[in-house]
């Protein structure tokens, strides 16, 4: 039996981890440092939270709702993780925070370098949630594979 290979490498789980932390800490700096009303810089924060959690929560769900197809190919009794009501409320979240960020941008009276500012910043954010969920869950799933393993080798 072949030794297991771990999807992921250390360096890119750091890196992916880094992503994300480059992405919160350069937009609550310009958060902190923009002239805004205290009302404003909260919307701000929680369009990105909002953006964060959900791109989390959408990848979770469609990576779920993939590999339970594929189960439930094998085995008809296979329950699904997520309700078709999840599955739509993750994306109508990611969605409404996204319209929520664009809009409010869209309105804001900032020069266009500051709206591209805090548009690649957000995407960073966005993307680099999606990759550090996958990495996490992949790490945690190599890890019980590879135990598993181990144990079958040395029992």
Known sequence: M?????????AFTAASYFALA????LYCIGIYNADWELNVKG????????????SIVTQKVI???????ELKNENPKHRYRNTPA???LALAGL??????FFIGLFNAPFE???KGYYIAVM????YSSIGVQKVTRDNAEDKEIMENQNQNLNG
């Open 2 to 10: 072949p030794k297991y290979q771990r999807r992921n490498t250390p």
């Open 22 to 25: 480059a992405g919160i800490l």
């Open 43 to 54: 919307y701000y924060l929680l369009c990105m939270f909002l953006i964060l959690i959900t």
């Open 63 to 69: 990576r779920d709702n993939a590999e339970d197809r």
């Open 86 to 88: 999840f599955t739509g």
């Open 95 to 100: 969605i409404i925070g996204f319209g929520m």
């Open 112 to 114: 266009l370098n500051v």
């Open 123 to 126: 995407l960073l954010i966005s």
